[in-house]
């Protein structure tokens, strides 16, 4: 697949990670996405994409495209054959400001862009993006239109900070020193969080935690599970394993086993970190 990705430039870098275009043919017709500390905006350019957000539920078409505030828990995604789409993967608090409402209503719920944007919006900039001259072109119109609906956001900067904090420390950290810091209740921080980042302090650690875990092992070698559930800063390796399946649906070796799969089917494919294949 081809993938083409860049940081955007002040004020969005403060809020985005990187914009990115993808093209090509999908390693299986269904990825697990394990849950990370960040926010994403799809605009689909090509056939629709197939999103169940969690194992109890049907899932859903999305033609325009999707957005998924900050995950609790594991996603599967449905690429089209001939996937084509360009999008912005968000820090956690990131896509606060182009929200029309308050992120909490999002919570593992994936809407189309058009409930987000309106369809007319919507419409427009997925024609100027289809009749673009390459990726870089295509990146550039969503980027402006990003500049051009960015907004003020209260509490915004309490949320940026209070998020950077859990991330420098990987998520282990004391909530309740966050709130004291930053000289606000934990009451008022929870409510700051649900509405911008959707998901509480406590929550957001949580998955900063099991996001730095993830990135941590190395399917091509052998894990120590008791030593990656201690660096980690886990109680034991039983409250390391409940993490694991709160988070992806998976025993921590039933996860091991999918990574591996995926790195020798596909050692050199662009989503090599993170995806897992469905079945």
Known sequence: ?????????????GLIDDLYYLEGAPPYPRLTLPPMPSAV???NLGAPLRIRAGTDIEAAEYTDGCVVTTPTRAFEFGYPPGTRSVGVH????????????????????????EQIWGRPTTAELQDRLATAAGPHEMLTLLEEELMRRLRETAGLG???????????????????????????SST??????KELIGVTPKRLARTYRFAATVLAIDPAGPVDWADLAGRASYF???????????????????????RRRFLR???SHALDVGPLPAD
């Open 265 to 267: 089917e596909h050692p």
């Open 1 to 13: 697949m081809e993938y083409v990705s860049r940081v955007p430039r002040p004020p969005l870098d």
């Open 90 to 113: 968000f820090k956690p608090w990131g896509l606060a400001p182009f929200l029309p409402m308050p992120a909490a209503e999002l919570c593992d719920q994936p809407v189309t862009v």
């Open 188 to 193: 008022h921080l929870a409510q700051r969080f």
């Open 158 to 184: 309490l949320v940026r900070h209070t998020s950077s904090v859990i991330a420098a420390a990987t998520g282990a950290v004391a909530i309740g020193d966050l709130s004291a810091a930053a000289g606000v």
């Open 236 to 258: 034991d390796q039983a409250h390391f394993g409940h993490e694991f399946r709160t988070f992806t649906g998976l025993t921590p070796t039933r996860y091991l086993d999918r």
């Open 41 to 43: 905006l799809i605009l």
